[in-house]
């Protein structure tokens, strides 16, 4: 944690050089310090824990949909809270040991998101095994280790610094309007002034018509609803959780008692409302 002069912690599931550590760089600029941790849960256990200040966790990929392990993982971890968000460009490159061609490659080794953002040019070299790794520049780092022409990895283009690879291709993603949102967790609530999102989770009684009655409370509100995702609810069979973040910019007045309006009217016909976050996304 930080102390004195010590900068705060921002814990992220990667190596160097991947989106997450991109995402803390262009979210807080220099003023924290990132932590590379080896999964989502990790992150939120250090975010829970009060070891590290902030955690950066991708939610949604606009070509490879949304990241569901996280979503559950707001479920899991009760006390965190979202406190910002970012949407970074995902640039992907083709990168392998010193000296390799593209012919000689037999085996990609990629974050599934990133080999199913990167499809059409991996689907054009069929001779290839895919092979998913927990993250991209994790990838990066194990063709690196290996040494063998024979392996590459999809990830950015700055793990070919890091690790010491070459670039064998580069822009290689199915689109070039690639972009991965992530959000900014946190152990308490922060709200700021120029906030203009808002995030939260409910349970839909198990009614007819329950969600058709909740969506119409944001719709009398004037809210406009960006995302709805459900999902499973574990040991209770056909049960489901459902996450919602709505833009609040045609909300005039202070933001965060405006959202306390919606969640009481919420609670009226849902169960287990709660609120995730009030909160602004940069370049948003």
Known sequence: ??????????????????NAEAAVIGYFNDSV????LNS??????????????YGMIPIE???????????DNFRKYPEVFISGAIAIKISYCLLAVK???????????SHPQALLQ??????????????????????????????????????SEVNATIYKLDV?????????????RFVVITKEQKTTEDAHMASFMFKANHEPGSLYKI????????????????????????????YADVDLKSVSGQPDGYVKKIIEKLKEKAEEVRLLGVYSEVGR
């Open 168 to 180: 064998l291709a580069k822009g290689i993603e199915d689109d070039p309007n690639n972009f991965t």
């Open 61 to 71: 990929n606009s070509l490879g949909g949304s990241v569901y392990q996280n979503y």
């Open 118 to 155: 990167t499809s059409r040019f991996l689907s054009s070299h069929k001779e290839w095994q895919q092979i998913e790794a927990y993250n991209t520049s994790g990838a990066a780092l194990f063709v690196s280790e290996t040494g063998s022409k024979d392996n590459a990895a999809v990830a």
């Open 99 to 109: 000296g390799s061609k593209i012919e000689d490659i037999k085996k990609v080794y």
């Open 40 to 53: 989502f849960d990790e992150v939120f256990q250090q975010v829970t824990e009060g070891k590290a200040d």
């Open 1 to 18: 944690m930080s102390a004195g002069n010590k900068k705060s912690l921002a814990a992220y599931c990667g190596k160097p050089g991947c």
């Open 215 to 242: 969506l119409g409370v944001l719709n009398d509100f004037g809210t406009n609803l960006t995302r709805l995702e459900s999902r499973p609810i574990p040991g209770r069979p056909w049960e489901y959780q459902f």
């Open 33 to 36: 310090q990132p932590l590379p």
